[in-house]
Structures are given as C-alpha cells and as structure tokens.
C-alpha cells in the first residue's frame, strides 16, 4: 500500500539556518505530493504542493521537489524564523478517491 | 470567522460513555473527512463522505461511526469509547478543482481523552 516516511524529530534549529526535512514514499502509479504544516493549536494548512516528477511546489520561503528516481519529496528552506516553529506532514495523495495517506510529522522549533 | 469548525476543542470522558464530535464548514465543500492523530503517527482516515448520500470508511474506522446530516455538518460518533482512541481529531473538506488533487481544509481539532 502507500506510505510516507519523514525524518525523525524533534528538529531544533537557530534562527537563519537551514532547514531540510527528509520524505520518502511509497506508492503505485504516479502520486501527488503535499507538505502541510500545523501550528501550534491549529489545524494542518497545505504549504505546497507537486503533482508530476519533477515539479517545484514552494511557498513562503520552503520548496520541495518531486524526484520520482529517489522517490522523495524534502522540504528545504534557507533561512528559517521563529515564526516557522511548527509540526510538518508530508503526505501523498494516489488514485481517484482523493484520500490522503500522511507521514508522522516533524516538530521543528527554531530558536532566536 | 473560520471556515471549518470543531465542537467541543476539547472532551475527557469515561470508558463506555457515547461521544459526538462535530464538524460544521461555510466553504460549501462537498467532501469532508474525519482524521485522528496520535503522536508519532500522523493521520489516520477515520471516514470520508463525497456528498451528504456518500459515507466511506476509511483506515480506521472500527470503533466509530459517522453522520453526515447536511452538506455543511458531518459528525463523528464513538459509540462506547475506549482508552486507546485518546487522540486528537481532525475534519477536513475539499472540493472538486478538476485538477488531479484537492486541497483540503482543516479544522482546529478536538482532543478526547478517555479515561
């Protein structure tokens, strides 16, 4: 079945660095990736998106990139912010009934 | 105002006892989901519901069941609550964009505890 994998947290980082949190997946047929991001108290909101091999999803500063050969989808950021403080899934979505299948989370907390 | 409600934020409750967590949007979705997250996990698909005639069970959905009574409310019953459905509960809507994904919407959560 399909599965998403994310890198272990909790990740702590100093304001201005640089942020890279692995996903990989597994899944049949050609699947679209997602990044959601939930603050503190809040529920999750999509932060980018990649439907096709090799598409760039980007918002707010983090990018992603959809590499079918590694079959991973990590968000990267260059400079991170307090403001970033927060859990981030990455999931997938495969087939025509539009369900998400979603890794575990990270918790990443940048320090000032 | 936001746009995809959850009542209550929070509930503790006894083992056995019958809860209802529900779910109100004003986005006019069509679709909506109901998701636990427990730590370490992510979500879990509980149900999912295209319309108001569509109810879907997802990966979980033992231990649970789901009303879908209007486009805007779709609520979520655990008929006698366990311990280990201690979680965090999650709705989501989307609409159909023709495209190959929808986006979906999520509320605040509830967090249940069972005792």
């Known amino acids: 079945g399909n599965s998403v994998t994310q890198m272990e947290g909790p990740v702590t980082l100093s304001e201005e660095a640089f942020l890279t949190i692995n996903c990989t997946y597994t899944a049949t047929g050609y699947p679209s990736l997602f990044w959601y991001v939930q603050y503190p108290g809040e529920g999750l909101q999509l932060l980018l998106k990649a439907t096709k091999a090799d598409d760039k999803g980007s918002n707010k500063g983090f990018e992603a990139t959809y590499r079918k050969e590694t079959t991973s989808f990590h968000l990267e950021k260059g400079s991170v912010q307090v403001s970033d403080s927060a859990v981030y899934f990455c999931a997938l979505s495969s087939g025509g009934a539009q369900k998400l299948v979603f890794g575990q989370g990270t918790r990443l907390t940048i320090n000032p | 105002d936001a746009d995809v409600t959850q009542t209550p934020r929070n509930r503790i409750t006894k083992t056995g006892k019958r809860i209802m967590l529900e779910c109100s949007q004003t986005?006019?979705?069509?679709?909506m989901y109901w998701y636990r997250q427990d730590p370490g996990l992510g979500l879990q698909l509980i149900y999912y519901s295209f319309d108001v005639k569509d109810i879907n069970k997802g990966e979980i959905s033992d231990g649970y069941s789901v009303s879908r009574q209007a486009q805007a409310k779709f609520s979520l019953s655990l008929e006698s609550a366990i311990p280990n459905q201690t979680a965090l509960y999650f709705c989501?809507?989307?609409?159909?964009?023709?495209?190959?994904?929808?986006?979906?919407?999520f509320g605040p959560g509830t967090r249940l505890t069972v005792l």
């Open positions: 986005k006019g979705h069509d679709r």
């Open positions: 989501a809507t989307s609409t159909p964009t023709g495209g190959s994904v929808d986006e979906q919407f």
